[in-house]
């Protein structure tokens, strides 16, 4: 309030300004009432002084407080930074742990198709086998069938041969007989 520039220094008001101003100072103050004007001056720039040094410590104090806050803010977005990163190197970890496993997954299917499809190849390579197998007996039992057909045959054919022949010499022997 001292040396503003809005008051003018010629003014009649600002003596009664400060004389107001100093009669509250020693009631706030308990200054005694005929305390001379000078020192109450005095005590009351000490006391601003004082009162500007405290508003300067609990200033310095609270930037102080502002930058431990600050400082726990970043301690504790790094942290959370850090536990993020953490996160994700589990979650890539996981990611990539699951992708080992479906493609062993994947390799074991593989395989065991593998191993099915060589059963059934195996299986097929049998039955072909079989089958064959089955063919040869049938062509064998056949050739036998065909060679028992021409035995018979054979068989029969003699039989008629030697009818006939049996025939003629009857025949013959009648006829001899007759000439006799």
Same mark, same amino acid.
Do not use: G, Q
């Given at each position: 309030?001292?040396?503003?520039?809005?008051?003018?220094?010629?003014?009649?008001?600002?003596?009664?300004?400060?004389?107001?101003?100093?009669?509250?100072?020693?009631?706030?103050?308990?200054?005694?009432?005929?305390?001379?004007?000078?020192?109450?001056?005095?005590?009351?720039?000490?006391?601003? #002084?004082?009162?500007?040094?405290? +508003?300067?410590?609990?200033?310095?104090?609270?930037? $102080?407080?502002?930058?431990?806050?600050? *400082?726990?803010? =970043?301690?504790?977005?790094?942290? =959370?930074?850090?536990? $993020?990163?953490?996160?994700? #190197? #589990?979650?890539?970890?996981?990611?990539?742990?699951?992708?080992? !496993?479906?493609?062993?997954?994947?390799?074991? $299917?593989? !395989?065991?198709? +593998?191993? *099915?499809?060589? +059963?059934?190849?195996?299986?097929? $390579? *049998?039955? /072909? %086998? %079989?089958?064959?197998?089955?063919?040869?007996?049938?062509? %064998?039992?056949?050739?036998?069938?065909?060679?028992?057909?021409?035995?018979?045959?054979?068989? *029969?054919?003699? #039989?008629?041969?030697?009818?006939? =022949?049996?025939?003629?010499?009857?025949?013959? /022997?009648? %006829? !001899?007989?007759?000439?006799?």
């Amino acid at each position: 309030m001292y040396t503003c520039e809005l008051w003018h220094s010629d003014d009649c008001k600002i003596s009664d300004f400060c004389i107001a101003r100093r009669k509250a100072s020693r009631r706030i103050w308990n200054v005694p009432y005929n305390t001379h004007c000078e020192l109450l001056y005095c005590e009351l720039l000490y006391c601003e #002084l004082l009162y500007c040094e405290l +508003l300067h410590c609990e200033l310095l104090y609270c930037e $102080l407080l502002y930058c431990e806050l600050f *400082y726990c803010e =970043l301690l504790h977005c790094e942290l =959370l930074y850090c536990e $993020l990163l953490y996160c994700e #190197l #589990l979650y890539c970890e996981l990611l990539y742990c699951e992708l080992l !496993y479906c493609e062993l997954l994947y390799c074991e $299917l593989l !395989y065991c198709e +593998l191993l *099915y499809c060589e +059963l059934l190849y195996c299986e097929l $390579l *049998y039955c /072909e %086998l %079989l089958y064959c197998e089955l063919l040869y007996c049938e062509l %064998l039992y056949c050739e036998l069938l065909y060679c028992e057909l021409l035995y018979c045959e054979l068989l *029969y054919c003699e #039989l008629l041969y030697c009818e006939v =022949l049996y025939c003629e010499l009857f025949y013959c /022997e009648l %006829l !001899y007989c007759a000439m006799i």
